[in-house]
């Protein structure tokens, strides 16, 4: 019987001691320099960086306003806008939204927005904004305070080219 106990301490003391030379292994192999040594020979010449060839692809143009795309092409741009007013003066203000979107290229006749107001007079929780693209579709946002961060999509028009459900502002400024 003793020298079953006696084994059973060795298997564990030995799985200890296998298990911390792997930990100072792991440890020494994450405090090596992070740079390689050099495997050329020490007399080899750095060749010069070579300057971004012609056809090097550039960074990816900014959104822009595709008249003739469709909503999803215009949603990126849509998104832009909306984000710039979003970290503006004035982030939850109806006419604010309506006057970038104009302003961006958006036809203010095909918009539609939420009054910024409850019917109480008190701030609005959350505004949506829209604007109709072509017969199908709208280009939406929501944004406020029970929002977050500025929501974005493109859904499908509804009756009568209507993109929003509810009362919206007469847009008559």
Known sequence: MIRNSTMRRRRPLSSVAVAAALMGTLVLAGCTSPEAPSTAPPSASVAPEASPSPSAPEAPAAPALQPEGTAADNLPFFTTVVQQVWTGPEP??????VDALTAAGFAREAMQVTPDTSTVGNP??????????????????????????????????????????GETLPIDW
């Open 92 to 97: 939850v203000s109806s006419r604010a939204y």
């Open 124 to 165: 609005a929780e959350s505004l949506q904004f829209s604007v109709r693209w072509g017969e199908k579709e709208c280009l939406v946002g929501q944004v406020g305070p029970s929002t977050g961060e500025p929501v974005t999509t493109v859904m499908s028009q509804l009756a009568e080219g209507r993109c929003l459900v």
